[in-house]
């Protein structure tokens, strides 16, 4: 299969309402190597579908440029638009948007219809027998998308994608319809199928955790901005700033944010919920960096669990959620917030204190951005 | 378990008498016009003769013309619901799917313009039909039907349209398919029982329609069933209930059998959109 690599130059998206101008996308700058895995993560309302469109061709950009391999594919400036068949990109949609009125074999052969020149009928016919048995619904071909289970059409849905044989494969949520189990299933399918295929693939969700194992980056969108590119190990273990850090991991990050001070003569960070005792290494990097306000951030499962009283934060359970090898424990702070905690051993009694780990703690600046 | 039984009785019993009541004029038509003396305001029971000599006298006699009203009102009705259908469909389609301006305040306006009573504008369209020379032709109804029906069929494909998701649209072009292909290949195939129903609709209210015809039309060249039928005359000046009860028999035979037949399409079009999904 062909494959080629994708360039966003300084792209920008807005729209004219009714309420003003809006802009979704405040400045792109972004490169897809050829044949990766590449995911738009972020929140609702971030951009990334509209990202997505504009890589399809269904969208123009207000202005930048997208470039495929050596083609440049839409610029503004320059007057070059080209429309979503002639960039050779193809499309699976959350919805699967299978055409219901047509069988599933043509389904599958309409892509090829519109080929100039046009195939013969023995050759589509073809290629759709050979995308189906790839996706195993061979005998689903006679059918009609309203009798088909979620799965099944949304593997028909990627069938009609790859029947194009296309340099780009673009994906839109596909896996939010279907149940958590199926879900699962799907995900190890879709990154076999990619990495066997080699196909550039650009993959939106929302889910951190399917764009954890199936992209070989990731950029985080929000707000219109990325706000972090790299690795699924990047993000994780380094995340730019608060929010990537607070997008990334399930359990969330629990965060601490407030002024450093002195109390008993131990350095603290003064949060609205919890007075933190600073272990030295981390009130070192605070004083270099300069300033008064800062964050830190540590995961559930990267936290010491201390005795009452040895720890720098004090803490009492309330809800214990027990998830096979691993117990979830949310825990009152002194002032009755919550936060969350995961270990494999389940701590004596129902008060004791919490160590920072200085090496596994996100420590962020005023703005939120990483220090360090 | 007794007041279960009581109350179906009681259903059975309203149901029937709601059936009497809107079937008996159509039974009462039917019995006037197989008889041999048609007396529609008397006693039927009274030297009632059965007899089929109406509805051969109106499918025969040139005298009444029967058969040129039928024909005018099926061949007026027909083009008024194909065009009707064509620029409904193709309206829904647009405001549907494209961003123009007017998209929502053509509806609206259309809408309103729909809400004008027909005996309100007769005598201006007397008049312009009249200075236009061409009152008691086939166009002087083909257009006003036209423009009296556009707002339903409008309504009714712009609500089926819009549950049409705009997905398929996106995937059709990403495929390939150019809007035109789109339109033809992938979304009308779609929307076909929305503008079926609004077809349906817009046929029964030409075929019944009497206010425009009766004014617009002045003998058998244009006229339709409806006027047709009314001012039929007896051969000594009376009025032929037979003959007339027998003509309107025939005429709602095309009639029952669409909405029998297509029942289904005429209720979808008249609740399309009302609820979600």
């Given at each position: 299969?062909?494959?080629?690599?994708?360039?966003?130059?300084?792209?920008?998206?807005?729209?004219?309402?009714?309420?003003?101008?809006?802009?979704?996308?405040?400045?792109?700058?972004?490169?897809?190597?050829?044949?990766?895995?590449?995911?738009?993560?972020?929140?609702?309302?971030?951009?990334?579908?509209?990202?997505?469109?504009?890589?399809?061709?269904?969208?123009?950009?207000?202005?930048?440029?997208?470039?495929?391999?050596?083609?440049?594919?839409?610029?503004?400036?320059?007057?070059?638009?080209?429309?979503?068949?002639?960039?050779?990109?193809?499309?699976?949609?959350?919805?699967?948007?299978?055409?219901?009125?047509?069988?599933?074999?043509?389904?599958?052969?309409?892509?090829?219809?519109?080929?100039?020149?046009?195939?013969?009928?023995?050759?589509?016919?073809?290629?759709?027998?050979?995308?189906?048995?790839?996706?195993?619904?061979?005998?689903?071909?006679?059918?009609?998308?309203?009798?088909?289970?979620?799965?099944?059409?949304?593997?028909?849905?990627?069938?009609?994608?790859?029947?194009?044989?296309?340099?780009?494969?673009?994906?839109?949520?596909?896996?939010?319809?279907?149940?958590?189990?199926?879900?699962?299933?799907?995900?190890?399918?879709?990154?076999?199928?990619?990495?066997?295929?080699?196909?550039?693939?650009?993959?939106?969700?929302?889910?951190?955790?399917?764009?954890?194992?199936?992209?070989?980056?990731?950029?985080?969108?929000?707000?219109?901005?990325?706000?972090?590119?790299?690795?699924?190990?990047?993000?994780?273990?380094?995340?730019?700033?608060?929010?990537?850090?607070?997008?990334?991991?399930?359990?969330?990050?629990?965060?601490?944010?407030?002024?450093?001070?002195?109390?008993?003569?131990?350095?603290?960070?003064?949060?609205?919920?919890?007075?933190?005792?600073?272990?030295?290494?981390?009130?070192?990097?605070?004083?270099?960096?300069?300033?008064?306000?800062?964050?830190?951030?540590?995961?559930?499962?990267?936290?010491?669990?201390?005795?009452?009283?040895?720890?720098?934060?004090?803490?009492?359970?309330?809800?214990?959620?027990?998830?096979?090898?691993?117990?979830?424990?949310?825990?009152?702070?002194?002032?009755?917030?919550?936060?969350?905690?995961?270990?494999?051993?389940?701590?004596?009694?129902?008060?004791?204190?919490?160590?920072?780990?200085?090496?596994?703690?996100?420590?962020?600046?005023?703005?939120?951005?990483?220090?360090? | 378990m007794r007041e279960k039984n009581i109350k179906s009785i009681l259903i059975f019993a309203g149901v029937l008498f709601l059936l009497a009541f809107?079937?008996?004029?159509?039974?009462?038509?039917?019995?006037?016009?197989?008889?041999?003396?048609?007396?529609?305001?008397?006693?039927?029971?009274?030297?009632?003769?059965?007899?089929?000599?109406?509805?051969?006298?109106?499918?025969?006699?040139?005298?009444?013309?029967?058969?040129?009203?039928?024909?005018?009102?099926?061949?007026?009705?027909?083009?008024?619901?194909?065009?009707?259908?064509?620029?409904?469909?193709?309206?829904?389609?647009?405001?549907?799917?494209?961003?123009?301006?007017?998209?929502?305040?053509?509806?609206?306006?259309?809408?309103?313009?729909?809400?004008?009573?027909?005996?309100?504008?007769?005598?201006?369209?007397?008049?312009?039909?009249?200075?236009?020379?061409?009152?008691?032709?086939?166009?002087?109804?083909?257009?006003?039907?036209?423009?009296?029906?556009?707002?339903?069929?409008?309504?009714?494909?712009?609500?089926?349209?819009?549950?049409?998701?705009?997905?398929?649209?996106?995937?059709?072009?990403?495929?390939?398919?150019?809007?035109?292909?789109?339109?033809?290949?992938?979304?009308?195939?779609?929307?076909?029982?929305?503008?079926?129903?609004?077809?349906?609709?817009?046929?029964?209210?030409?075929?019944?329609?009497?206010?425009?015809?009766?004014?617009?039309?002045?003998?058998?060249?244009?006229?339709?069933?409806?006027?047709?039928?009314?001012?039929?005359?007896?051969?000594?000046?009376?009025?032929?209930?037979?003959?007339?009860?027998?003509?309107?028999?025939?005429?709602?035979?095309?009639?029952?059998?669409?909405?029998?037949?297509?029942?289904?399409?005429?209720?979808?079009?008249?609740?399309?959109?009302?609820?979600?999904?």
């Amino acid at each position: 299969m062909k494959t080629t690599s994708i360039t966003l130059e300084a792209i920008e998206k807005g729209w004219n309402t009714l309420r003003g101008k809006v802009t979704a996308l405040k400045k792109i700058d972004l490169h897809i190597e050829k044949g990766e895995f590449f995911v738009l993560l972020g929140p609702s309302g971030c951009g990334k579908s509209t990202l997505l469109n504009l890589i399809a061709g269904l969208e123009k950009p207000t202005s930048g440029k997208i470039v495929f391999g050596e083609r440049t594919v839409a610029s503004p400036s320059d007057k070059i638009m080209l429309a979503p068949f002639e960039r050779d990109v193809a499309m699976v949609f959350q919805s699967y948007a299978l055409y219901p009125h047509m069988t599933i074999e043509d389904n599958l052969i309409f892509p090829l219809t519109n080929l100039k020149p046009r195939p013969k009928k023995s050759e589509m016919k073809k290629k759709a027998h050979d995308a189906a048995k790839l996706l195993q619904i061979e005998n689903l071909l006679d059918r009609k998308p309203s009798e088909l289970s979620g799965g099944q059409r949304q593997r028909v849905a990627i069938g009609r994608a790859i029947v194009r044989d296309p340099e780009i494969f673009l994906m839109d949520e596909p896996l939010s319809n279907l149940d958590a189990k199926l879900r699962g299933d799907m995900r190890a399918q879709l990154k076999g199928l990619q990495q066997k295929l080699g196909v550039t693939t650009v993959y939106v969700t929302h889910d951190q955790l399917e764009a954890m194992t199936l992209g070989d980056r990731i950029a985080v969108l929000n707000d219109g901005y990325v706000q972090q590119l790299g690795t699924p190990m990047d993000v994780f273990n380094k995340p730019t700033n608060v929010f990537v850090a607070r997008f990334i991991g399930s359990p969330t990050m629990n965060i601490f944010e407030g002024d450093i001070g002195i109390k008993d003569g131990v350095p603290v960070l003064d949060s609205p919920s919890v007075t933190v005792f600073l272990p030295p290494e981390i009130s070192e990097k605070f004083h270099k960096a300069g300033g008064t306000h800062f964050t830190i951030g540590v995961r559930p499962e990267h936290f010491d669990i201390l005795p009452k009283g040895e720890g720098d934060i004090e803490v009492k359970v309330d809800v214990v959620e027990h998830i096979g090898t691993e117990h979830l424990l949310y825990v009152f702070l002194p002032d009755g917030n919550q936060i969350v905690i995961k270990t494999t051993e389940m701590p004596d009694g129902d008060e004791f204190s919490l160590g920072i780990i200085p090496e596994k703690a996100h420590l962020f600046d005023e703005m939120g951005f990483r220090l360090g | 378990m007794r007041e279960k039984n009581i109350k179906s009785i009681l259903i059975f019993a309203g149901v029937l008498f709601l059936l009497a009541f809107a079937l008996s004029p159509f039974i009462w038509m039917m019995i006037i016009s197989l008889s041999d003396r048609p007396d529609f305001l008397g006693n039927a029971e009274v030297d009632y003769i059965f007899t089929l000599k109406n509805y051969v006298e109106i499918l025969t006699s040139r005298r009444l013309h029967f058969m040129d009203y039928f024909k005018n009102s099926l061949f007026i009705s027909i083009i008024v619901s194909v065009a009707v259908s064509v620029i409904a469909s193709f309206a829904g389609y647009a405001v549907s799917r494209l961003r123009f301006p007017g998209r929502i305040a053509v509806p609206l306006f259309v809408l309103a313009m729909s809400m004008f009573p027909q005996i309100s504008i007769v005598g201006y369209l007397y008049t312009i039909f009249a200075d236009l020379g061409l009152l008691n032709t086939y166009i002087a109804l083909i257009l006003p039907y036209i423009a009296w029906t556009v707002p339903i069929a409008l309504w009714i494909n712009m609500s089926y349209f819009a549950q049409i998701p705009v997905d398929l649209d996106k995937a059709a072009l990403v495929d390939g398919a150019s809007r035109t292909k789109t339109l033809f290949k992938v979304i009308l195939p779609i929307a076909l029982p929305g503008i079926f129903s609004s077809f349906l609709l817009v046929f029964i209210a030409c075929f019944n329609e009497f206010l425009f015809a009766m004014m617009l039309t002045t003998d058998h060249i244009a006229q339709t069933i409806p006027v047709g039928i009314a001012l039929f005359r007896g051969t000594h000046g009376e009025i032929p209930w037979g003959n007339m009860m027998a003509a309107s028999a025939i005429a709602s035979v095309p009639l029952v059998i669409l909405t029998l037949i297509f029942q289904k399409y005429i209720v979808q079009g008249l609740s399309a959109g009302s609820v979600k999904g």
